[in-house]
């Protein structure tokens, strides 16, 4: 077995600023590291137990298999802060048959967000420990 250390998502984005300020300022992320200079400077952001970077630049619009999976407190809060500053909204909070709370944003490229919310009653609150 791979004996994993640490690990991040990567994204290459058609415009660096515009996904920086989107995951900085409009997502509100926090930012764990940056290196370079300059506008394709790198920068990556604390992602709950994990780390998203966003560096390098990309021609072409990321493949519609890539999704970026949050789980927030509260999701309609979320949506209505969100919602303030902008983001596009593909799919307001709504309660999955699953159990789950779950609300879909884009980022400026187009990669999907989920934004989900695991309900007091839900059963991974007693498994997980949540």
């Known amino acids: 077995m791979v004996h994993v250390l640490s690990s991040r998502t990567l994204l290459q984005p058609m415009d660096p600023e515009r996904s920086r300020a989107f995951y900085g300022g409009q997502l509100g992320l926090a930012v764990y590291r940056e290196f370079g200079e300059g506008p394709q400077r790198g920068t990556v952001y604390f992602l709950g137990g994990g780390f998203l970077e966003v560096s390098g630049r990309s021609d072409t619009p990321p493949s519609p298999a890539v999704r970026l999976w949050l789980q927030v407190e509260d999701v309609a809060a979320a949506h209505e802060e969100l919602r303030s500053k902008g983001v596009e909204i593909v799919r307001p909070p ?4 699953w ?3 779950e ?4 980022d400026p490229d187009g990669t999907r967000i989920v ?3 695991v309900p007091e009653d839900h059963p991974l609150r007693f498994r997980a420990g949540i």
């Open 99 to 101: 159990g789950l709370v």
């Open 115 to 117: 934004l989900v919310e």
């Open 103 to 106: 609300m879909w944003i884009a």
């Open 94 to 97: 709504v309660r999955e048959p």
